[in-house]
């Protein structure tokens, strides 16, 4: 319990609970809605670090899984954030103007992230300096277009296991197209906005940058951690092959002690040559002594 009160004492100091104007909200987040204080409707922090810990173990799951996390975020409060926690995860982000087909159309949206990679080629061959200045001008500029729009999805070849939004209302054909995609969706949801679409809600202020900046490193966090025990159960599983070898081999550095006994066999083969030969000796003492016996 007084984990979960610091928690929500982070978010209190953070500005997480500060909900919209009551004329704008939505009724169906009144479940997430503690009250209503000088016209504006204050999110049940509780409800939120319960939200937020929930959310974690699901990202932490995919994250571990080894698929992709899209998080998407236009808004100029929440973009560089966005884009900064994303980063240092490893995953695609959106904070640009979100492409009409993304998910529903990616074949194409593939086609033209390929395209910079071709244009990356000419540069590098020379091919890139054969055309004419006017030519060279109009690459230039649709690299660069193509790089601020798609840049940060270059690395992501299919679609992504999951969708973290910022701010639903404005970011619905995402939403959208996720929905019809069958794609879970995790999402900063306000009081203005319809929690009914999305799979995990984190009722929680996505209009000031420092609530935006609390949950995004909670978030990114958990998508680290997931990576981490990736990454050591890879490591724990190349180096299982290797410790257990030297005891498959163990048993045939033992196999020459199994044939030490046939080795002397012979020994005992030697004595009873000689035995013979032990025996003859008394018997002919024997005879000679008869013999003198006789004579006298």
């Given amino acids: 319990m007084a984990k979960n009160n610091n928690e929500v004492k982070e978010l209190l100091d953070a500005g997480v609970h500060f909900g919209h104007l009551t004329r704008k909200w939505n009724p169906n987040m009144a479940p997430?809605?503690?009250m209503e204080r000088n016209g504006i409707h204050i999110i049940n922090l509780y409800k939120t670090a319960a939200k937020i810990e929930e959310a974690n173990e699901a990202l932490k799951k995919i994250a571990a899984s080894g698929r992709k996390i899209l998080f998407v975020a236009t808004k100029k409060q929440a973009k560089d954030i966005v884009a900064e926690k994303a980063k240092n995860a490893n995953m695609p982000y959106i904070t640009e103007r979100w492409p009409g087909g993304m998910l529903t159309n990616f074949v194409t949206i593939r086609k033209a992230v390929k395209k910079m990679a071709t244009i990356d080629r000419m540069k590098a061959d020379g091919t890139f300096l054969t055309l004419s200045k006017k030519e060279r001008l109009q690459v230039d500029r649709l690299r660069a277009k193509l790089e601020k729009n798609l840049g940060s999805i270059?690395?992501?070849?299919?679609?992504?296991?999951?969708?973290f939004v910022v701010d639903t209302t404005r970011e619905h054909i995402a939403v959208a197209e996720a929905q019809k995609l069958k794609i879970p969706i995790f999402a900063m949801v306000d009081t203005n906005s319809d929690p009914r679409v999305i799979d995990y809600v984190i009722?929680?202020?996505d209009d000031a940058s420092k609530s935006i900046d609390k949950?995004?490193?909670?978030?990114?966090?958990a998508v680290i951690e997931g990576l981490a025990e990736r990454k050591s159960d890879k490591e724990n599983a190349a180096e299982a092959p290797k410790a257990e070898a030297p005891k498959a081999e163990a048993p045939k550095a033992e196999a020459p002690k199994a044939e030490a006994p046939k080795?002397?066999?012979?020994?005992a083969e030697v004595a009873k040559v000689e035995a013979p030969k032990a025996a003859k000796k008394p018997a002919k003492k024997a005879v000679a002594a008869e013999a003198t016996k006789e004579e006298e």
């Fill in 263 to 267: 080795a002397e066999a012979p020994k």
């Fill in 154 to 163: 270059s690395d992501m070849s299919r679609l992504p296991a999951a969708l």
């Fill in 32 to 34: 997430y809605i503690y």
């Fill in 203 to 205: 009722p929680s202020n």
């Fill in 215 to 221: 949950i995004m490193t909670a978030v990114s966090n």
